[in-house]
């Protein structure tokens, strides 16, 4: 059990050190967070925004492994590669908008 914990870690480790957007995203998540704070909003808000942060750190997380394989095996260009790469930031890109359309519903009432 414990080296999955440590295994979990290291990858959390690789995906902070290889992703500048893993990085991006979690500095937008803790600002989203500290807004909340400021903006005391409901529990119920906080784990909706967690959920969704979590989910666009998944799949960002994800995203990177899939990168990594597609690297080790094709490290040139290839088509087909350059598809399943392209799919798998599209995965980020739609997690990452509904993440933001939940931050409007969520925050707009507070902001306006």
């Known amino acids: ?7 979990a870690f290291r990858g ?8 500048k957007h893993f990085k991006i995203e979690v500095l937008s ?8 704070l400021f903006l005391q909003l409901s529990t119920m808000d906080f ?11 998944a799949t960002e997380t994800f995203n990177t492994a ?17 598809k399943i ?6 995965a980020v890109l739609v997690t990452s908008l509904g993440a933001a359309g939940v931050g409007i519903i969520i925050f707009a009432p507070h902001i306006w």
């Not at 959390?12 to 992703?19: E, F, I, R, S």
């Open 66 to 82: 899939l990168e990594e394989l597609c690297d080790k095996f094709e490290p040139s260009h290839d088509p087909h590669i350059a």
């Open 12 to 19: 959390l480790t690789v995906a902070w050190m290889k992703g």
């Open 85 to 90: 790469k392209d799919l798998s930031a599209a």
């Open 47 to 57: 784990m909706v925004l967690i959920l969704v942060i979590s989910s666009v750190l």
């Open 29 to 36: 998540a803790l600002i989203v967070l500290v807004g909340g």
């Open 1 to 7: 059990m414990l080296n999955g914990f440590r295994y």
